[in-house]
């Protein structure tokens, strides 16, 4: 079992810039993948970025440029740098952690991210 816990939501101005932070409960180094996924009102539950064990990552294209994922070994704590926020980044972030290449997987609680004027 795997617990996560996200941190570092908010309210920001359009522009800003927010840090997500997300604790696993155990160690993360040969953990398969790592991800933010990222929920709108009356929208589906979408990935925006991934990070795997040998640090590959991958990006939605709307947040290409603007938004950095990164994982700590170390701290068994991954992170979502998210810069030049806009309007239609406000949703619920979620931490997703594939424990092997086939699951299971775990989910965070959420963390909510207003992006608003």
């Known amino acids: 079992q795997v617990q996560l816990v996200e941190s570092g939501g908010g309210l920001v101005h359009p522009g800003g810039s927010l840090r997500l932070s997300c604790a696993a409960s155990v160690n993360i180094f040969n953990i398969y993948a790592m991800g933010w996924y990222r929920q709108a009102p009356g929208k589906q539950r979408d990935l925006v970025a991934a990070i795997t064990s040998g640090f590959t990552t991958n990006y939605v294209d709307s947040v290409k440029g603007r938004f950095s994922i990164s994982r700590d070994n170390a701290k068994n704590t991954m992170y979502l740098q998210m810069n030049s926020l806009k309007p239609e980044d406000t949703a619920v972030y979620y931490c997703?952690?594939?424990?092997?290449?086939?699951?299971?997987?775990?989910w965070g609680q959420g963390t909510q991210v207003t992006v608003s004027s």
């Open positions: 997703n952690v594939r424990r092997f290449r086939n699951g299971p997987d775990y």
